[in-house]
C-alpha cells in the first residue's frame, strides 16, 4: 500500500483517427515536469472510419442529439482500457494517484468518466474537447480537472470548454480553465507545460 501511495499513473487518451503515439511529445512534456510518473497512451478500442488510427466512438453521421448515446455505448470499451493500465500499475485501489490527460475525443472520454461517476480519478486535464456525457451526471469525490482550449479551434469551438467549465462546477467540481488565444485544434509546449504543473501540484511532485 506504501508503493501505491508514491506512485502516480498518467494515462494520456488519444482523439478520434489517431493512436496513443500521437501523444508521445505530450508524454514527453509531462515526463519531465512529473519526475517518478508512470505514463502510458493506449490506443482506442475501434478502428476509425475517420483517418487511418482508432476511436473511442464514431463520429460518422453524428449530431449533438446522438454523441451521448454514442458516449454511453464507448463506455465498456473504454472501462476496460483503463482498468486494465490501472491494474497492471497496482492502482486498483488508488484511483486517487491517477490522472486522466485527453485530446480532443480523448477529453470527451475523459469528463465522462469523472462526471458519470464511474471513475473518480486524482485528476484530469482535457485539451480541446467537450462535455457531451448523457444524463445524469453524478460524479463521485472531487476530482480537480484543467481544462485547455485553443480560441481559434476549428473542430470544437472554444465555447464547448466554456460550457463545460460551468456545467462541470454546476456539479461541485473543481476545474481551471486556460484559453490560448489563436490556437487551433492541438496541443501547445505552453499548454503541455501548463497542464504538468497542474498535475505535479495536484500530487505532490
Not at 16 to 21: A, D, E, I, W
Not at 41 to 48: K, R, V
Not at 160 to 168: I, K, P, Q, S, V
Amino acid at each position: 500500500m506504501a508503493e501505491a501511495a508514491s506512485k502516480t499513473l498518467v494515462i494520456l487518451l488519444h482523439g478520434v483517427g489517431s493512436s496513443g503515439s500521437s501523444l508521445a511529445p505530450l508524454s514527453s512534456r509531462l515526463a519531465a515536469l512529473l519526475p517518478g510518473a508512470i505514463l502510458a497512451a493506449p490506443d482506442a478500442p475501434e478502428a476509425s472510419g475517420f483517418g487511418s488510427g482508432r476511436q473511442w466512438f464514431s463520429v460518422a453521421g453524428i449530431t449533438d442529439e446522438s454523441r451521448p448515446a454514442r458516449i454511453a455505448a464507448a463506455r465498456p470499451g473504454f472501462n476496460a482500457t483503463l482498468a486494465g493500465i490501472i491494474e497492471e500499475n497496482g492502482l486498483t485501489g488508488r484511483l486517487d494517484r491517477v490522472a486522466l490527460v485527453g485530446f480532443s475525443q480523448g477529453t470527451i472520454m475523459s469528463l465522462d468518466a469523472v462526471a458519470s461517476g464511474r471513475w473518480p480519478v486524482g485528476a484530469v486535464v482535457g485539451f480541446s474537447g467537450r462535455l457531451a456525457s448523457p444524463q445524469p451526471l453524478t460524479p463521485r469525490g472531487s476530482t480537480p480537472i484543467l481544462l485547455v482550449h485553443g480560441t481559434d479551434d476549428a473542430v470544437i469551438p472554444v465555447q464547448e470548454t466554456e460550457r463545460a467549465a460551468a456545467g462541470l462546477s454546476a456539479l461541485g467540481l473543481p476545474v481551471e480553465t486556460r484559453f490560448e488565444p489563436g490556437l487551433g485544434h492541438t496541443i501547445s509546449g505552453a499548454g503541455a507545460s501548463h497542464a504538468g504543473a497542474f498535475l505535479a501540484r495536484i500530487f505532490g511532485r
